[in-house]
């Protein structure tokens, strides 16, 4: 009889196994099959896959981890291939007038248990806020009409939790789960940006409005902790990096050099104690976006000494405590030129934490932080209006515009699709594009009216995308002022 490999021995040499291997060794025998299911071996698999990801997307339910692993490669493979079959497309209507944003409020997690839900809530120019479940396909609750339109929109999936601002600077609190007003703060002037930060210390909200200053609120309660005047008179942004610990702080286009605020720094409650902040020495800054890999990694685009080439400088960001403040410590890490012949990109994200994305017009390029330039997408017929960069199955979605001609006065329709396009974890080797899904015939309709000469029954393409991993969701403009929800649903076989 030969000698069979003990227990112990047999686990050591699946470890080295993927899952491909692992599954035919379960087929061997009995003996193997046991151990091919042992817990830790594909535990190991999903951490080693989905290394990039927060523990607290690694949801198992009910379901083990060899369950886990299997469904959610599925779920990957459908958001890949993209075929008709693989996924539910639903237009979601019931906003009278244009939809300015929306954002996920259902945690991030990835569950195959069968109480996964992915709920989306938006903010329109009627007024309203909403939530929507995208696997039911339907509306969840509507906000009463509020005085002013609304403008910007953020959510706290712990807390079940949405805020909004209107243009007069009025923030509210809601309960995302019946849309109930909680609280409510009124800024000086209009908002110019709101930024939800989750840290441990609790969760804030941070809003900017047209004077300058940077407002800092307990939330749910919009309580005042602090205000700090960053660009007095110049309307601010914000930016707060993938941890929270971070605040990015600019007026586009402007001689004001961009400062980095320690997000903790904010709570002061004193005047006299100014936040923890450093001052960058560019100037004239146009985009910005942290690296989703490196929690204090800052690239940002803006102008050269001359003012006259686009320039991405990295910033590697850390704090130096000599009694009891900290100090912040911007080291300038790489910085580039782009090319003469780019247009100005009018859209940037980062990949990992050596990948930038921008989009220029019609074309989507990837570049290092050093400049090397991966690739350049030219997948697009019309201007993109929106990307969505994934920090866990290495996807980039684009949503590009629709387009529309006329002849022997009759429509023809070039139907808007989703294009998905791989990132692989080497940032040397990106791949082309790899799936796209177009609308069905049937959901693409419009009514045309009989003068081919009103430009109302024109639709202007998407404005918005986003994605929690089991579905993506994007705003899809209607007729003039108006617009839908467009999702893309992913089934995951549960048993």
């Not at 990957?76 to 993209?82: D, N, V």
């Not at 008709?84 to 195959?112: M, Q, W």
């Not at 003469?340 to 019609?362: A, C, E, N, R």
Request: aromatic share 8%; net charge neutral.
């Amino acid at each position: 009889m030969e000698p069979q490999l003990g227990l112990h021995e047999l686990l050591h040499v699946f470890s080295f196994l993927e899952a491909r291997d692992l599954l035919c060794a379960a087929q061997v025998n009995k003996v193997w099959n046991e151990a091919s299911r042992t817990k830790e071996l594909w535990r190991q698999l999903c951490l080693r896959r989905w290394s990039s990801c927060k523990a607290s997307q690694l949801t198992l339910g009910t379901q083990t981890w060899k369950q886990y692993y299997l469904r959610r490669s599925e779920l990957e493979f459908r958001m890949a291939s993209g075929r008709p079959e693989d996924f539910t497309c639903r237009a979601l209507a019931g906003h009278k007038g244009e939809i300015d944003n929306l954002a996920y409020v259902s945690v991030n997690e990835y569950r195959f248990d069968g109480r996964e839900k992915s709920v989306v809530c938006t903010i329109s120019s009627d007024g309203t806020v909403r939530a929507w479940d995208l696997h039911e396909g339907m509306e969840l609750w509507s906000s009463p009409v509020q005085s002013a339109p609304l403008v910007h929109l953020v959510t706290y999936p712990r807390l079940q939790l949405v805020v909004t601002v209107d243009e007069q600077g009025l923030i509210k609190a809601w309960e995302a789960e019946n849309g109930c007003e909680q609280a409510a703060f009124l800024l000086p002037m209009y908002s110019s940006t709101l930024e939800a930060c989750d840290i441990p210390e609790g969760p804030l909200l941070l809003a900017t409005c047209a004077e300058g200053a940077v407002y800092t609120l307990t939330v749910p309660w919009l309580q005042l902790l602090s205000r700090v005047s960053v660009f007095p008179g110049n309307p601010t942004t914000l930016l707060c990096s993938p941890d929270r610990q971070w605040v990015f702080a600019s007026t586009q286009n402007s001689d004001l050099s961009p400062e980095v605020f320690y997000t903790q720094s904010l709570l002061c409650q004193s005047e006299e104690e100014t936040p923890a902040s450093a001052t960058l020495p560019i100037w004239l800054t146009s985009r910005a976006c942290w690296a989703p890999d490196e929690a204090a990694r800052l690239m940002v685009m803006h102008r050269n000494d001359n003012g006259m080439q686009l320039v991405i400088t990295t910033y590697e960001l850390g704090t130096r405590k000599p009694r009891d403040r900290a100090d912040i410590l911007a080291q300038q890490i790489a910085s580039f030129l782009l090319p003469d012949t780019m247009m100005p990109p009018h859209l940037m994200k980062s990949h990992g934490s050596q990948v930038i994305l921008l989009v220029s017009g019609s074309e989507l390029v990837l570049f290092t932080i050093h400049g090397l330039q991966l690739v350049a997408f030219q997948d697009h017929q019309r201007p993109i209006t929106s990307i969505w960069a994934s920090h866990c199955s290495y996807l980039a979605s684009v949503f590009k515009k629709r387009c529309y001609t006329i002849i022997n006065k009759k429509k023809k329709i070039q139907r808007p699709k989703l294009n998905i396009f791989a990132i692989k974890d080497s940032y040397n080797k990106p791949t082309s594009l790899i799936a796209q899904m177009p609308l069905r015939p049937v959901e693409a309709l419009i009514t045309c009216p009989t003068s081919t000469h009103d430009p109302s029954w024109l639709l202007f393409g998407f404005t918005h995308v986003e994605c929690d991993g089991m579905s993506i969701v994007g705003v899809e403009a209607r007729n003039i002022g108006t617009s839908i929800l467009r999702s893309y649903y992913f089934q995951v076989q549960c048993g």
